[in-house]
C-alpha cells in the first residue's frame, strides 16, 4: 500500500514578542565614543536577548503545522496528559513540556487533570493564541448528565483557565452500551473502554459538537477511537465533517483490515489521524519484527529510534502524533523527532509498514489498559 498522505506544511514563522521588537540598548546609546566596543556589547547583547527570549514563552524548536479539512492548522506534534499522567497532577511537566517547546496540549475530561494543564498555561505566560488545547468528552462511571457535551466543555474551559478550545473532540460514546463493545479482545478492534454520554445517537451527538464550534466555544471539532462505522453513522447528517480522529496507531496494528478502511474513509474526507501510542514497539510490545529496521534507519538519519517512530506515525499518516514523557530530555527528544529529523523517504515509510505486518499489538483495550501502569 502506498503511504496515504505526506503533505507537510512548512514550520510556522516564530511570533516575535512586542518586548524584543522595541528593545533599544541604553547602554549602546549612553557611550557613543567608544565605537571599537560596540561590536562586543552588541554581542553580549545579543546573547542576552537570546538567553531572556528562551526563559520566557520562545518557542525553542520550531514544530511544523498541520493543515485540517476546516481551514485551521494544528501541530504535528502534542503533549499528551493521558496515560502517564492520568488522573494526577501534573502541572510542573506540563509547564516542563511548553517550556521545550510543545504547543498542542492534549487532555480529556476522562484524564481528570485539565486543572493542572490550566495552572501550568497560567505559570508559563505565554498568549493564548501561541498554544493549541485540544480536549474530549467522556468519562467511564460518569452518570449521563455528567457527560454532556456543553457541559463538559464549559467545565473543562473553566479548568483550563480559557475561553475556548482550539479542537474538541467526541470519542466513540454509546448509551446504552451494546453487548459487544464490552467484550473488546478482537483483533484490529479500535475502541478501548467505550464511554456513555446518554440516549443520543452518535449523528445527534455530532449535532452538539457543530453547535459547539458554531458558538465559538471550540474553533475544531473531531472524533476519538472512531471506527469506520461509526463515521458512517454520522456521515450522513454532518454539515461539518470532524477535522480529525485520535486512534491508536503504531506499526504493529496500522494493518488490521479495519485500520485500513477506516484510514482510507478518512483520507477519502480529509479527516487528519492523530496517533496515539507510537511509541508502542519501544516500549509496551518489545523484541519484535520492526526493532532492527527501525534502529537501521536511526542510524541513517542520526535520530532515536524514538525519533524515527514518532516521524513514522506523522509520515504515514500525514497526520499529527501525540506522545508524552515526564522526563525532559525525552521531551527535546520527540520536538526533535518533528523539528530537527527530517521526514522518512517512501522506502523507509514502507520498511517499517512491512516489518510491521508481521506482528500485531494493541495496547488500548478493554481489559489490557491499567491506568495505574501506563
Ligand atoms: N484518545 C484516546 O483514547 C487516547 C488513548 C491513549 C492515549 N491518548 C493520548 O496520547 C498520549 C500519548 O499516549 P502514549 O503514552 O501511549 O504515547 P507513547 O508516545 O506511545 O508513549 C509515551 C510513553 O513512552 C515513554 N517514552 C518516551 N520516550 C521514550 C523513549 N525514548 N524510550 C522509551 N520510552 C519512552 C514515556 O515514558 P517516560 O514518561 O518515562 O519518558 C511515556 O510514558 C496520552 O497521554 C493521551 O494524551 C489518547
Redesign the pocket.
Known amino acids: 500500500m502506498t503511504t496515504p498522505h505526506r503533505a507537510i506544511n512548512p514550520p510556522p514563522r516564530l511570533p516575535t514578542s512586542d518586548w524584543r521588537m522595541s528593545f533599544r540598548s541604553p547602554l549602546l546609546t549612553s557611550i557613543p565614543h567608544h565605537r571599537q566596543a560596540r561590536p562586543a556589547i552588541r554581542s553580549l547583547l545579543s546573547t542576552a536577548r537570546l538567553l531572556s527570549s528562551s526563559q520566557l514563552h520562545t518557542p525553542k524548536m520550531s514544530v511544523p503545522n498541520v493543515k485540517l479539512n476546516d481551514g485551521t492548522s494544528m501541530p504535528i506534534i502534542?503533549?499528551?496528559?493521558?496515560?502517564?499522567?492520568?488522573g494526577r497532577e501534573c502541572s510542573d511537566m506540563v509547564l516542563e513540556a511548553l517550556k521545550n517547546g510543545y504547543r498542542y496540549l492534549?487532555?480529556?475530561q476522562?484524564?481528570r487533570n485539565a486543572g493542572s494543564v490550566g495552572e501550568a498555561i497560567k505559570r508559563w505566560g505565554g498568549k493564548r493564541e501561541d498554544v493549541y488545547i485540544l480536549t474530549?468528552f467522556g468519562a467511564d462511571g460518569a452518570k449521563p448528565e455528567d457527560i454532556e457535551p456543553r457541559k463538559v466543555l464549559q467545565d473543562q474551559l473553566k479548568l483550563l483557565g480559557v475561553d475556548y478550545v482550539d479542537l474538541c473532540?467526541s470519542?466513540l460514546i454509546r448509551f446504552p452500551a451494546r453487548p459487544e463493545e464490552l467484550v473488546l479482545t478482537s483483533r484490529g478492534d479500535l475502541v478501548?473502554?467505550p464511554f456513555y454520554t446518554g440516549n443520543l445517537t452518535l449523528a445527534e451527538n455530532w449535532k452538539i459538537m457543530e453547535q459547539l464550534k458554531s458558538e465559538g466555544l471550540c474553533k475544531s471539532i473531531g472524533v476519538?477511537?472512531y471506527r469506520e462505522e461509526d463515521l458512517l453513522a454520522i456521515k450522513d447528517t454532518w454539515k461539518v465533517p470532524p477535522a480529525v480522529n485520535?486512534?491508536?496507531f503504531?506499526p504493529y496494528n496500522f494493518h488490521a483490515d479495519n485500520m485500513l478502511r477506516l484510514l482510507k474513509l478518512c483520507k477519502d474526507h480529509d479527516i487528519k489521524i492523530?496517533c496515539?501510542?507510537?511509541?508502542?514497539s519501544?516500549?509496551?510490545s518489545t523484541n519484535g519484527p520492526v526493532d532492527s529496521v527501525v534502529e537501521e534507519i536511526a542510524r541513517q538519519k542520526g535520530a532515536?529510534?524514538?525519533?524515527v517512530?514518532?516521524r513514522w506515525a506523522a509520515d504515514y499518516t500525514g497526520g499529527v502524533?501525540?506522545?508524552?514523557?515526564?522526563?525532559s530530555g525525552?521531551?527535546k527528544?520527540?520536538l526533535e523527532a518533528v523539528s530537527k529529523v527530517t521526514p522518512l523517504s517512501e522506502q523507509q515509510v514502507q520498511a517499517i509498514a512491512e516489518a510491521g505486518k508481521g506482528r500485531f499489538y494493541r495496547?488500548?483495550q478493554h481489559g489490557v489498559?491499567n491506568p495505574a501502569k501506563?
Open positions: 502534542g503533549f499528551g496528559t493521558g496515560t502517564a499522567h492520568f492534549d487532555t480529556a476522562q484524564y474530549k473532540e470519542p478501548h473502554n476519538s477511537n485520535q486512534i491508536e503504531n492523530e496515539y501510542g507510537p511509541l508502542n519501544l516500549f509496551r532515536t529510534p524514538a525519533q517512530l514518532i502524533v501525540v506522545t508524552t514523557s515526564r522526563d525525552r521531551q527528544e520527540q495496547h488500548f489498559w501506563p
